[in-house]
């Protein structure tokens, strides 16, 4: 990535830096009594989702189950490892291990994987699988998961197309900020297996989402059409944001939490630069509590606790890569300890019948109105994940 695509517009000031310096910071106790709740209640939904993963978002707080076949479904079983690490019990293991053996039948019947989020679903899986036990089952499965993902890259235009039928004209070209997440697989795949092609298009989608998906202000487009043939940019929309013009929040925490794992495989300071000018954007318009709404236009307006839980995961991420004396490192980790928090006093669903979610006030989709104001799976994962990062020595399953 040219380092004169993000180095070359400073940061934006962080107007509220001395406040979230200013707020206590949790005690370690505090925080396992969090992670201890959220374990209670993976507990409780043990039994339910071990042959079974929960739908994207509750109904009135309870996940229905469903069979392996939504961009979802890794979540919940990287949930499975994540309790594994931080408690030691075999119980989520063998919970995690069967979801595996799904996701090996999953891949191979190609069953629901002409898309881009094959490194959401097999990252969380079976890389996870791979790093922690050493499963064989689990190597191969993600392997052929990145090499189903390297099919939907477009050389012209240097990206990994998004969604849709290759030919689908609706569809041609694009990309999508969420996909960030979805590179190091192929990074993994490159490394593993010393294909360089995997990291090479790897590589050319996080140059194009630099400087095609990032506005010169910080703010992200969800989306951004490439012409497949030409390679020429061609402009950018929403899908799930208020407008084109907006800034949805789930996208900038994908882009904050994103990049900097990009950075992992490929030790650009651009890239961190470039998360920590999205970090002050969206750190700029939260509000008091520091969860932000569904699109950083608003303040005052429907929560998304999803974005904030993966927000506070990139801004750990983004603060483990910046020198000691960047300006904004503590900010960042203290912000992040600050949502985190907030999350587990303020957005924790009481521990319910089996299904029962763990993070309240999530948005699925506001403008088609799905799963508004319910638990997201994501949203449970990372806020976990974050959990895992203050109170444990991890390393990234991505």
């Known amino acids: 990535m040219p380092k004169s695509a993000s180095r070359a517009i400073p940061r ?236 949805w929040a789930r996208g900038q925490a994908w882009g904050v939490s994103g990049f900097p794992l990009v950075h992992r495989y490929k030790p650009d300071p651009g890239l961190i630069d470039l998360a920590a000018r999205l970090a002050n954007y969206l750190l700029n318009r939260l509000p008091d509590d520091l969860v932000c709404c569904w699109d950083l236009v608003f303040t005052d307006a429907e929560r998304d606790s999803s974005a904030a839980a993966i927000a506070a995961c990139g801004l750990l991420e983004l603060a483990r890569a910046l020198p000691l004396a960047d300006p904004d490192r503590e900010t960042y980790e203290a912000a992040a300890l600050a949502m985190v928090e907030t999350l587990g006093e303020h957005y924790l669903l009481p521990l319910g019948q089996p299904g029962t979610g763990i993070l309240a006030h999530g948005v699925y989709h506001m403008p088609n109105r799905v799963g508004v104001d319910e638990a997201c799976i994501w949203g449970d994962y990372f806020f976990l994940e974050a959990l895992v990062r203050l109170t444990r020595v991890w390393e990234p399953y991505w």
């Open 12 to 247: 934006e000031p962080l107007s509220r830096a001395q406040e979230i310096l200013a707020r206590p910071r949790p005690e370690r106790a505090k925080l396992d009594a969090i992670l201890a709740a959220i374990l209670a209640r993976i507990d409780a939904s043990l039994d339910r989702f071990t042959d079974a993963f929960p739908k994207p978002s509750s109904e009135d707080g309870v996940y229905a189950p469903m069979d392996n076949t939504e961009w979802t479904n890794g979540f919940w079983t990287g949930m499975l490892w994540l309790a594994f690490e931080a408690s030691g019990e075999a119980r989520y293991r063998l919970a995690a291990e069967r979801q595996v053996e799904s996701f090996r039948d999953r891949i191979e019947r190609e069953v629901n994987v002409d898309h881009h989020d094959l490194g959401f679903l097999y990252s969380l899986s079976c890389v996870a699988a791979w790093k922690l036990t050493g499963s064989m089952s689990g190597r191969e499965a993600a392997l052929a998961a990145a090499r189903r993902l390297m099919t939907r890259y477009l050389p012209a235009a240097g990206i990994i197309q998004a969604w849709g039928d290759l030919s689908d004209p609706e569809q041609a070209g694009r990309m999508i900020i969420d996909c960030n997440l979805n590179l190091p697989l192929l990074y993994w795949a490159s490394e593993e297996t010393g294909d360089p092609t995997f990291r090479i298009a790897a590589d050319s989608h996080i140059a194009q989402a630099a400087k095609h998906i990032v506005r010169p202000d910080a703010s992200t487009f969800h989306t951004f059409y490439m012409d497949p043939k030409s390679g020429q940019p061609v402009g950018g929309k929403t899908h799930q944001g208020f407008s084109d013009t907006s800034c």
